[in-house]
């Protein structure tokens, strides 16, 4: 039996996370000695996906939200003996629903690949990144959703079968309307964050922040404070409920890093602290640290990633 | 209007966290519980819908004798009745279908729980709550209205937002926007006395167990010290990030 993998996408291009998923796919498929059949609704050539390990794509029009995906899935996954969902918004919506219409056994938050495929096990994140879980799935229908950017992985080829279903998918939720920010980097995908707090001021004093964040290709952040006084929207707000993220890089500018903001980005894979006050206690879950007034430190900070990226 | 709410019993986030000394289970000594952050968002929406067009407002939490404190605080917040499925669950999935036994044998017009909860962060139980009900399910909700039996939610999606309808009963899985942080309710002395009388009802487990258990817990590898860098050397840290993080 085969490993089915959703592919997301966002008007009819793959997700990056979607790439993760097939790979993730592809890593506990050939475990087993399986394939892996990856599901999406973008019509294009089978190379993409197939270089990271896709050997039967199914292109077929998806439902616009979660359960309507899910009751598709659901048809699908009597070819299959497993299945991955990237963690990303809808897939955190979709997995569970999955899970509940075929009783499949899920992790979410999944941070590895299988440990073991029989009984088949992976660690988890829990208590915000304070722990870490190691669970066990029953066998029947095993749902594996994973955080994106959480484990790097080699992808591997795979056959690249084409074939086209039609699925009809029923939900009773309407979609009315969808707004995503373009031009911008979406916050939950970004590999670099760049993320401010009160101690910038004042919201006038977010332009050094954007170009820093533009030099890098990073996504702006920052913190809870800063958006209930409404310096910056909502959507910018990183930390416990608000925006969970894991970047490659996380950079606090300000940020004194208080437990709540910690626990939405402790996960990231370097962090670097900007504070003038060397008691931040956000400098102990830092790897680098300057302390320094944000007004002088992040425009030569700027400069000096100019200089690195045209040197390099 | 009836309203439930699910309600999670989870350490307060600043409470330090331990494992038992088999690894098998989180120590409960020394942590003080809470009413999971993300479902007060819902207490306090579900508290404005009530204010606005009447109606009663039930919370429900799957777990032992222990979590009747953190429900008496719903009551004291101003819920009307509390229900306590009682039961040890060891996955969201029996969770799940301990909330869909009660709300089949009862009626609600709309079940509001929070996104995730902050002890197992598994985001599980709303949408699989809703695909068991086959009610519709907005996630992620920041913003909720209801008009004549017809929702309108609005969910945060990866970079932006979307605006659902569909009609009641529905799921939401709530956080931080479904009201703002400064409206959220706390207990006062009155609601404190009243919530002493108010119904809270014990109800037995239906279920068995769930097809997934925890094997066991361990603390993330501690960080390495960080390395300080002066305000004036931003060049070191630009040479750090690209040679030894691999960040750049």
């Known amino acids: ?312 | 209007m009836n309203i439930l709410v699910c309600i999670s019993h989870v350490p307060d986030t600043t409470a330090k966290i331990n494992f038992t000394a088999d690894g098998t289970a989180l120590d409960p000594a020394g942590v003080q519980f809470v009413i999971n952050p993300y479902d007060e968002f819902g207490l306090t929406k579900a508290l404005h819908i009530k204010e606005a067009q009447g109606g009663t407002i039930t919370v429900i939490n799957v777990g032992p004798a222990t979590t009747e404190p953190t429900l008496r605080k719903a009551l004291a917040i101003g819920a009307d009745k509390a229900v306590r499925i009682d039961a040890i669950p060891m996955d969201a999935i029996t969770v799940a279908k301990e909330l869909k036994n009660h709300i089949s044998a009862n009626s609600y017009d709309l079940i509001i729980c929070g996104q995730e909860s902050i002890d197992y962060n598994g985001q599980q139980v709303p949408a699989m709550l809703a695909a068991l009900l086959e009610q519709p399910f907005a996630n992620a909700c920041v913003g909720l209205s209801l008009d004549n039996g017809t929702a309108t939610a609005t969910s945060e999606i990866d970079g932006g937002h979307a605006t659902y309808k569909a009609s009641l009963p529905m799921v939401i899985g709530g956080k931080k926007g479904l009201v703002e942080e400064k409206d959220l309710r706390i207990p006062n002395m009155r609601g404190i006395m009243s919530a002493r009388t108010k119904p809270l009802e014990v109800a037995p487990a239906t279920e068995g167990e769930g097809p997934t258990k925890p094997v066991s817990f361990e603390k993330p590898a501690g960080k390495a010290a960080v390395k300080m860098v002066d305000a004036e050397n931003v060049d070191e840290l630009v040479r750090l990030l690209h040679e030894e993080a691999k960040a750049i």
């Open chain 1, 1 to 312: 039996m085969s490993i089915l993998v959703f592919v997301e996408d966002w008007n009819g291009a793959y997700k990056k996370a979607s790439f993760e998923a097939v790979a993730y796919a592809k890593s506990w498929a050939t475990m087993n000695s399986n394939k892996v059949i990856a599901v999406t609704s973008v019509s294009a050539p089978a190379g993409e996906l197939a270089g990271y390990g896709a050997d039967h794509i199914i292109q077929i029009g998806l439902g616009s939200t979660a359960m309507g995906i899910a009751g598709q899935l659901k048809e699908l996954s009597a070819e299959a003996s497993g299945i991955v969902i990237a963690g990303t918004s809808l897939g955190r919506s979709l997995a569970p629903a999955l899970s509940a219409l075929t009783s499949g056994a899920l992790s979410t938050n999944t941070i590895s690949l299988p440990l073991s495929t029989s009984p088949l096990q992976l660690k988890r994140g829990a208590f915000s990144s304070k722990g870490i879980e190691t669970i066990e799935l029953d066998s029947t229908m095993p749902i594996v959703s994973f955080v994106p950017n959480s484990i790097g992985l080699e992808p591997v080829a795979g056959e690249g079968n084409l074939e086209s279903r039609e699925i009809s998918s029923n939900d009773a939720l309407e979609v009315l309307s969808t707004e995503v920010a373009s031009g911008k980097v979406a916050l939950p995908e970004a590999e670099a964050v760049v993320s401010a707090g009160r101690g910038l001021k004042g919201p006038e004093n977010w332009g050094m922040i954007e170009e820093l964040a533009d030099v890098l290709g990073a996504a702006t952040a920052c913190s809870k404070p800063v958006s209930d006084i409404g310096w910056r929207p909502h959507s910018e707000h990183v930390g416990q409920t608000g925006i969970q993220v894991n970047p490659n890089l996380y950079i606090a500018i300000g940020i004194s890093g208080a437990i709540q903001h910690l626990a939405g980005v402790s996960a990231s894979k370097t962090i670097v602290v900007v504070n003038t006050d060397p008691e931040a206690p956000f400098f102990k879950a830092a790897d680098y640290g300057i302390v320094g007034d944000a007004f002088e430190v992040v425009p030569k900070l700027v400069n000096a990633l100019r200089a690195f990226k045209a040197a390099s």
